[in-house]
């Protein structure tokens, strides 16, 4: 059995996992409702829109990936153009109206980036959340990648997969010196582009121009013509019948764009990637490139001659270099399985999430493409096993950070003295979990029919992956029900003597005498509880 055999049913498995579901697409709707309100109520606000881009446009989101809306000024029918100035006073008045309002976490302005934002994250599923002034290109930006979309839905699915790869590897972070997801999203098209036979054109065929020169006048008519001169260039790529089809599965894609890129620390010395025509060019015959001063050079096809890779360190090249080479040799070894490959393409957290599911099934349902834009309350699709089994699950059990027992087991140490010792209080670790200042040990909650529906055999509270049996009974033989139920801290965890008797718990935690029906998730001390970092 080669790799391609067993990789391919393994990255299918991530696809179902990280492709947003309905109500993912249904929670950012809501978000952006809830700033419109609080736009309207700013004065100098009065009469702009609230328009999302970035990769929830294009549909290259995850469910876990954070959410980019533009707040279009009002200027009659024309393409307003505000001023770098004028961009920070609104966002100035904009910040002070959400921290008014309440229910965002995070507020946190940034007006000397190249473009202004203003950063927060909302109170549903934690999503990160920029906002930017007149940000037309970057919409513009986001729509041609959403056409692309329509030529072969394997970029998309190579998009999200090489954003989780990424991620694994921390080098999609343009904060700390590596690529962002829009990077990423080049480099698949360069791959596309220049794989044997090609499935994507160089983009100067889809569209000849550079695209933000045409963004003037009026905005709804400057929209329309680069829309239909993209449209009528797609059309004709796609019915070409004398084009060669390339028929590579997504595992064979993937290894071959990680072989592509394994050596790009040594060819961006020389050479940058140019997907408006579609091949490696260089540096020094660029007279739009020059003087070079950037490490690594991803000219933005939409906005030449920006570099969309400009925030590259030297240093993080190197470590970019690492990461595609070390990924394609251990891909290419033989002896891997569905865990080991599990291991090098995804975060744990993700590989947790994973692992709830029975990997590598053959009941995969694929995903139908969109070949229209996908709006924001769309019907409800076919549902894959994967899809369906993590919809029944309840809001806490369904957020990747839940610590299930197999979890627990790997990692026996999560509540050692060790992590007692160096973090006695708790406070810290307590307050990076998404559910801030919650006291979830008393917070009883419910057995639902979602939950029996996963765990349809758990007759007794003592089948709960959180309960603690042996050990706690042996350590305190004569504890009555009490201690067996699952929130019970011990005197390792909680640092206080469990009480002897039940009439004194009773009397300290009156309401344990009808809890012993609920089940809660089990958060002791110590245990970090990850969230995962949005995606661009």
Known sequence: MNAYS?????????????????????????????????????????????????????????????????????????????????????????LRALRQRGGWRGL????????????????????????????????????FLFWINQI????????????????????????????????????????FQTCVPAILPPLKEIYPRNAVDDLAGVRIVAEERIKEICNANISRYVSDKYREVNRSSLSELFISFLAKFSDIRLKAAELGICTFTGQWEDIKSNTRWLPKTYALFIEDPFEQPENTARAVSAG???????????????????????????????????????????????????????????????????????????????SLERHPNYFTAKRQVSHPNSLSKQIQETHPNNSKLRLQHPIQNTRLEKQPINFSKQRQQIHPDTTSLEKHPNYFTRQRQESHPDTTTLVKHPDYFTKQTQGTRPYSSTKQRQESYPSYSTRQNHAVPYYGQGQHIWRPKSDG
């Open 6 to 94: 067993i990789l391919e049913p393994t990255l299918k498995d991530i696809l179902e996992v990280v492709k947003p579901l309905r109500e993912d697409w249904e929670v950012r709707s809501k978000i952006i409702e809830e700033l419109k309100d609080v736009v309207t109520s700013v004065e100098s606000l009065r009469g702009a829109t609230v328009e999302p881009f970035g990769s929830f446009v294009s549909n290259l989101f995850t469910r876990w990936g954070d959410l980019d809306i533009s707040i279009v000024l009002s200027n009659g029918s024309y393409i307003s153009s505000a001023g770098k100035k004028r961009k920070q006073n609104l966002l100035g008045e904009l």
């Open 108 to 143: 946190q302005f940034v007006p000397n980036a190249r473009v202004p934002i203003l950063k927060f994250e909302s109170g549903r599923q934690s999503i990160s959340c920029d906002i930017s002034i007149d940000n037309l290109q970057g919409q513009m930006k986001s729509n």
């Open 152 to 191: 072969d839905g394997r970029y998309r699915d190579m998009v999200l997969l090489v954003k989780e790869w990424a991620k694994a590897y921390s080098i999609n972070n343009p904060k700390t010196g590596t690529l962002n997801s829009y990077s990423l999203s080049l480099l698949v098209i360069f791959h």
């Open 316 to 394: 993080n090249l190197e470590k970019i270099s690492e990461a595609f080479q070390m990924s394609y040799n251990r891909l290419v070894l033989a002896g891997h399985n569905s865990s080991s490959l599990l291991s090098m393409l995804v975060r744990p957290q993700i590989l947790n999430f994973i692992a709830r599911t029975t990997v590598g099934s053959s009941n995969y349902t694929p995903v139908d493409y969109q070949s229209t834009r996908p709006v924001m309350s769309r019907a409800v699709q076919p549902q894959s096993r994967v899809q369906h089994q993590i919809q029944n699950m309840s």
